[in-house]
């Protein structure tokens, strides 16, 4: 029997499948058409402490094999996700859930995380230092080592559960940010947030995005992805989770490979609502063909 | 909302660039008429979604324009292949309010998602008055279709070539008792400032999932954010804001 068990930050996860934030809302459109509680866990939709609508539409874009989304964080801001999608949330979810926290100044992320680290059904705190749509934003923490530094050292004080910090990829070097991270206390690291990309309108010479540009996700940044989820995993010694274009069971095999100790699927939930739960059904055959018996001994295989 | 695998039973043109396809397969999850439908399209990443025009037991139709790749991709498309779709997607029309004499107002491509609605709306008993808006002769279609419902139809068009001449807005001085519109946004903000009664208007937006889980579609209104996927595409005239509206 194919062991799927991993463990997270101290938390055992019944498989590594994990819903990225923002593609998987709070839960409850899922829930509808079938029961959540298979997967590893799930990072809820990126709160900040305010309520945000985010950047004015059109907010996608099509690509080849992927998407160009530019939300801008819309979310109903904490007190609310607190007063109102949690209790909703634990109706349809049994396990730990992932805290997704946005922010656009450090104490903006302590108070937030602070307030969801006080929640019971939340097992980690995911920290978005990387979403590249918000003008002025979470971009500058994720693409400085000093800046991702503090905003982890703050946080961590602040908090008692597992802090993940989610990076960006829109930097020269990956490593040296998540190593940054690490010294100051983070528990893990999650990986890759979208990459800054745009699209125009041929017959209206104008950008597709209303925002000009937005992040850039889906199966065709997974083997960036990858890549610099392999050269944090060599770097730290904290648990990764991998993402980006995360779409089938074998993409979950190589990140693991790669180094993941747990893999997040974003925008394939969006094009195939059911895409977790066959990723989840498939992960025992596929570890089949491989010769895996526990998901376990291969994290991290490529690097030795 | 629920996924299933759908067979093209007809895909023919109504105009040059306007097509009927209809499909056979479980319909279970359409509702209400003003739903919509979210296909997945090889070759291409994002599903295209698609209002409802008509639904008989396991029978969808749509009408759709060939507008880009993906329409483009399904005019292709040839009887007996198969399609992945999501279906029952969005709030659609509420019926209750219509009173006795509801006037449906379309423009263009809104017309399909009107038509199940005015079937619904007579089938209740209702006395229906449909204002059908396109630019000229050449892109008329369905008129003979809402005629053969029952519903008093007036065919409008911009440049007079059939029909009265003019917008939907110049045909709009009738008795009615609450009005439903689906088109352009141009024409739903005329519908908007010339209407003298209640009304739902059915948006348009580019969206991400088409199930409310990506926040890609969202429009500010007076009862606060919505996703046009999820909590529309249907919106009643007194929640719009439109300066905050695309």
Redesign the interface.
């Known amino acids: 029997m194919a062991d799927t068990k991993v463990t997270l930050c101290g938390i055992e996860l019944d498989n590594p499948v994990i819903p990225a934030s ?4 709070y839960g409850a ?2 829930a ?2 079938y029961d959540i509680n298979i997967l590893g866990t799930f990072s809820f ?1 990126g709160t900040t402490w305010e309520p945000r ?2 950047n ?12 160009i ?1 530019s ?1 801008g964080l ?1 979310n109903p801001g904490v007190e609310k996700v607190i007063s109102e999608e949690l209790p909703k949330l634990k109706k349809v979810f049994r396990k730990k859930v992932m805290a997704n926290v946005g922010g656009f100044s450090i104490e903006e992320y302590v108070k937030t995380a602070a307030q969801l680290d006080a929640c019971d059904c939340v097992g980690w705190l995911e920290i978005n230092i990387s979403c590249p749509n918000v003008h002025g934003g979470g971009m500058s923490f994720g693409t400085s080592p000093t800046a991702a530094a503090e905003v982890t050292k703050a946080v961590k004080k602040a908090v008692k559960k597992p802090v993940i910090i989610k990076l960006s990829p829109n930097v020269t070097d990956i490593a040296s940010i998540a190593a940054a991270c690490e010294s100051e206390g983070a528990d893990g690291i999650s990986l890759i947030n979208t990459i800054l990309g745009m699209r125009i309108n041929l017959a209206t010479r104008k950008p597709v995005i ?1 925002n000009r540009k937005g992040g850039f996700s ?2 065709a940044i997974f083997p960036v992805a990858v890549r610099m989820v392999s050269e944090v995993a060599e770097r730290v010694h904290i648990p990764v989770i991998g993402m980006g274009g995360v779409s089938s069971a074998d993409d979950v095999l190589e990140m693991m490979m790669a180094g993941a100790t747990a893999v997040e699927v974003g ?1 394939a ?6 895409a977790c739960k066959k990723i989840i059904e498939d992960l025992p055959a596929e570890m089949e063909k491989y010769k895996i018996n526990s998901l376990r001994e291969i994290i991290g295989a490529v690097n030795g | ?1 629920k ?1 299933g695998i759908f067979e093209i039973t007809e895909n023919k043109p109504l105009t040059q660039n306007v097509m009927r396809m209809r499909l056979i397969g479980d319909t279970s999850a359409c509702i209400r008429s003003g739903q919509f439908i979210n296909i ?1 399209i090889e070759g ?4 295209r979604p698609i209002s409802v025009c008509d639904l008989n037991k396991d029978e969808l139709t749509i009408i759709y324009k060939v507008v880009g ?2 329409t483009e991709v399904m005019r292709r498309k040839s009887v007996g292949d198969k399609l992945d779709v ?1 279906t029952g997607l969005g709030n659609g029309y509420d019926l209750s309010p219509s009173g006795d004499k509801p006037l449906l107002i379309g423009g263009g491509v809104g017309v399909p998602p009107l038509y199940l609605l005015a079937r619904q709306l007579m089938e209740r008993g209702k006395d229906v008055t449909v204002i059908l808006g396109f630019n000229t002769a050449k892109e008329v279609f369905y008129e003979k279709e809402f005629g053969d419902l029952g519903a008093k139809t007036i065919l409008v068009t911009a440049d007079g070539s059939v029909g009265k001449k003019g917008f939907v807005t110049d045909h709009m001085d009738l008795d009615y008792s609450y009005f439903y519109t689906c088109g352009p946004e141009p024409m739903l903000k005329a519908v908007y400032k010339r209407s003298v009664t209640s009304g739902q208007f059915s948006f348009e ?5 088409g ?10 209104t007076v009862t606060g ?1 919505k996703r046009i996927c ?1 909590d529309g595409p249907v919106l009643c005239k007194e929640e719009i804001l439109w300066q905050t509206q ?1």
């Open positions: 923002g593609t998987f809302g459109e899922f509808e058409l939709k609508f985010g004015p539409t059109p907010r996608i874009a099509e690509c080849t094999e992927g998407m989304n939300v819309q209303a889906g199966r925008a939930n969006l094009i195939d609502p059911y | 909302m996924q997945k291409l990443f994002l599903r790749k993906g999501l937006e580019r969206m991400g999932c199930f409310g889980a990506c926040m890609g579609c969202s429009c500010k954010y999820k695309k």
